[in-house]
């Protein structure tokens, strides 16, 4: 299922770099023609994580 913006999405810690996983909101969607679906989320703190749409898991 493909998010939209305005979901709640968590990221895993091997795209962004921290010890646990990051919850945010779906700021983009992008349909890359070489990655695949890719994925922006915001967090609370105004951090942007952005990756394939393998990094992410619904919340």
Known sequence: MEP???DKMKADP???GLDAWV???VID???N???G???AIKDELGR???GQI???QTV
């Open 33 to 35: 023609p070489f990655k």
């Open 54 to 56: 393998k990094y992410f």
């Open 4 to 6: 939209k913006i305005g």
């Open 14 to 16: 091997q795209l962004t």
């Open 37 to 39: 679906l890719v994925v």
């Open 23 to 25: 919850i945010g909101s």
């Open 48 to 50: 942007i994580f952005f």
């Open 29 to 31: 969607i992008e349909h």
